[in-house]
């Protein structure tokens, strides 16, 4: 098979991956939004672990992954998801100013509260005493909330003005495999 043809072979299976996944999501929004939530945190950890910690194949922590996984399956997608649903009821219509409004509400009122039940979380499923948890916050989480904010907010604006609610929480997502690599590097650097 030449080049050409192959290349061709793969655009059309991905557009069918695509098409799949626009059927998902119009007859099952929450289940395939807390799908991919999940799915995009485990990524993110595996991206954390392989590539900035280097941890290598044989030394790659599993269990890990599977706590970060669950952190996706179980509060980013369902917060996440439900915050834009509150978000789109607070803030109506689909105008710059519109989108404006919602990166505000969005950035400085539910990101510092969402990083700190991320964190927190991970450190209890860390094992972490509260004692320990609260002294990792101390440590992490004005670092993370800065980094947040040098990313978050010019992603949010396109989010809000340009993308359908029923598919933010994927665009989110798929954006986030590097943030989520980052959440998992701080969250279990000890």
């Avoid at 996944?21 to 995009?40: D, E, N």
């Avoid at 969005?106 to 450190?123: K, M, N, V």
Wanted: hydrophobic share 45%.
């Amino acid at each position: 098979m030449c080049r050409g043809t192959r290349q061709l072979s793969i655009e059309r299976r991905m557009a069918g991956l695509w098409r799949s996944y626009q059927v998902l999501m119009t007859r099952r929004p929450w289940t395939v939004q807390i799908i991919t939530a999940g799915t995009l945190v485990g990524v993110g950890d595996v991206i954390s672990q392989q590539v900035l910690e280097r941890r290598g194949l044989a030394n790659h922590n599993v269990i890990r992954t599977a706590k970060m996984m669950s952190i996706g399956f179980f509060f980013v997608g369902p917060v996440i998801g439900s915050w834009y649903k509150v978000l789109d009821k607070l803030v109506t219509g689909g105008t710059k100013s519109a989108a404006m409004k919602k990166m505000l509400f969005d950035q400085l009122g539910f990101a510092p509260c969402f990083l700190g039940g991320f964190l927190g979380i991970s450190g209890t499923l860390n094992g972490l005493t509260v004692e320990e948890n609260v002294a990792k916050l101390k440590r992490d989480y004005t670092d993370a909330l800065i980094s947040n904010y040098y990313l978050w907010p010019a992603v949010q604006i396109a989010n809000f003005y340009f993308i359908p609610l029923h598919h933010r929480l994927a665009v989110v997502q798929i954006v986030a495999i590097g943030w989520n690599s980052y959440l998992s590097w701080k969250a279990n650097k000890m």
